[in-house]
């Protein structure tokens, strides 16, 4: 049953380095999503993608890239990691209706 | 992406109670989704709603497309300690890719 999976539960980075967050979905969904939980600040949006190639910046996008080469798949990168990047951060997908959250992943930046 | 209203933002319940919960947007949507978090776990989907007046259960869950498409709520009866968690109302608009969120309520219970 398995739906939306990211690549670790749980990452230590130093700051400075490039990270690589990836997400696989299995719901032929054309549309994936980063998102990044804080607490006290709710789920915020840092890219979205409506297609292979296409990406579309959300409300928190510096600092991140992402890279979306087949559909099912759908990466966040972080080109040089800050401590204020630490976060949980967590990727969707969906369809025409519906969405499918990962069990996000973790990341700490020292 | 636009920041639904939510509220409460918390709540403290007793085990046994029912619990209600909404979401209002200032735009009007096609989609609501309910989402539960459990602590250190990604959310998981409870109910979706697709039309507008729509009244859909999930268990002890129930949920509702308002009339005028800009608001929904969630209830939930009899509550149980397993329920704890942050819920989040999310909202998709005609023509939009995007997932709007509410900012969360957590529930905790008191057994």
């Known amino acids: 049953d398995v739906k939306v999976t990211q690549s670790s539960r749980y990452l230590v980075k130093r700051t400075g380095e490039k990270v690589f967050l990836e997400c696989v979905q299995d719901?032929?969904?054309?549309?994936m999503f980063w998102y990044r939980q804080d607490p006290g600040l709710g789920l915020r949006l840092i890219y979205f993608?409506?297609?292979?190639?296409?990406?579309e910046k959300g409300d928190i996008p510096e600092g991140y890239s992402v890279s979306r080469e087949k559909k099912e798949r759908f990466s966040l990168i972080l080109e040089s990691a800050s401590t204020n990047q630490t976060s949980m951060y967590l990727c969707?997908?969906?369809?025409?209706?519906?969405?499918?959250f990962g069990p996000g992943t973790r990341l700490t930046v020292t | 992406g636009q920041q639904l209203n939510q509220s409460p933002q918390s709540m403290f319940i007793q085990e046994g109670e029912d619990v209600s919960m909404n979401c209002t947007s200032s735009?009007?949507?096609?989609?609501w989704l309910w989402y539960k978090q459990d602590p250190g776990e990604g959310p998981v989907l409870l109910i979706a709603?697709?039309?507008?007046?729509e009244l859909t259960s999930n268990g002890r869950l129930t949920a509702q497309f308002g009339i005028t498409r800009k608001d929904s709520f969630l209830n939930i009866s009899a509550s149980i300690p397993s329920d704890v968690g942050i819920y989040f109302c999310?909202?998709?608009?005609?023509?939009?890719?995007?997932?709007?969120f509410g900012a969360g309520t957590t529930v905790t219970v008191r057994a």
């Open positions: 969707a997908s969906s369809g025409t209706a519906s969405g499918d």
């Open positions: 719901m032929d969904h054309e549309n």
């Open positions: 993608s409506y297609d292979v190639k296409m990406k």
């Open positions: 735009s009007i949507f096609n989609t």
């Open positions: 709603l697709y039309k507008a007046g």
């Open positions: 999310a909202g998709q608009g005609p023509n939009d890719y995007k997932l709007s």
